[in-house]
């Protein structure tokens, strides 16, 4: 599965190579550019199968993601499990259900996202879910680029890669100068 992932990612372009800023503002040689997946329907419901077959049996209600990329991935998850499709934008230092989307106390949510760097786009939504009386079921992604970051519910990747990632003070492209790029600006 994670090798027809990887292979999806090359083929759409999508794993770009230079010196990037991520939307967690750490840097890195590697960024997967997965709205060049996104665009195409047919490789984003292959993997968002993936997903919505291990939530499967979960009774799962309610999809959450993190705008912008985890809308598309939380529209369909939902799509495929039958359940509802929410979005949490940025809000101060965290995530809210804006637009009219609301939980209902108890609503069993699981909350995806398309690449996984540091958790906090997923703790946010987390959060979010929480506050509105909502029930994380559990959390899957497209690409797990984190390193092991933990959550308290079952946790799903469809692809897990290790890609070093900097802080900007000790980013060895920086000290080299290597011009840095911010291909998604992260202000969703």
Not at 73 to 89: D, K, T, Y
Not at 93 to 104: D, M, P
Not at 144 to 168: A, I, L, M, N, Q
């Amino acid at each position: 599965m994670s090798a027809e992932v990887e292979k999806i990612f090359r083929e759409a372009g999508a794993i770009l190579e230079g010196h990037f800023e991520l939307a967690s503002g750490l840097h890195s040689a590697t960024y997967w550019e997965k709205f060049r997946v996104l665009q195409h329907p047919h490789l984003t419901q292959r993997l968002c199968q993936m997903i919505a077959q291990r939530f499967q049996g979960e009774g799962v209600q309610v999809v959450a993601g993190p705008s912008l990329g985890g809308i598309i991935v939380a529209f369909e998850v939902a799509r495929q499990l039958g359940a509802n499709s929410i979005m949490a934008e940025r809000e101060g230092e965290g995530r809210a259900f804006r637009r009219g989307f609301i939980l209902t106390p108890g609503e069993r949510v699981l909350i995806v996202d398309d690449v996984l760097t540091t958790g906090t786009s997923v703790l946010q939504v987390m959060k979010a879910v929480r506050n509105y009386g909502g029930e994380p079921v559990g959390v899957g992604v497209l690409v797990d680029r984190s390193g092991g970051v933990k959550f308290d519910v079952p946790f799903f990747s469809c692809h897990e890669v290790s890609v070093p990632s900097y802080t900007p003070e000790e980013c060895p492209l920086c000290a080299r100068g290597v011009a840095l790029t911010k291909p998604g600006s992260g202000r969703s």
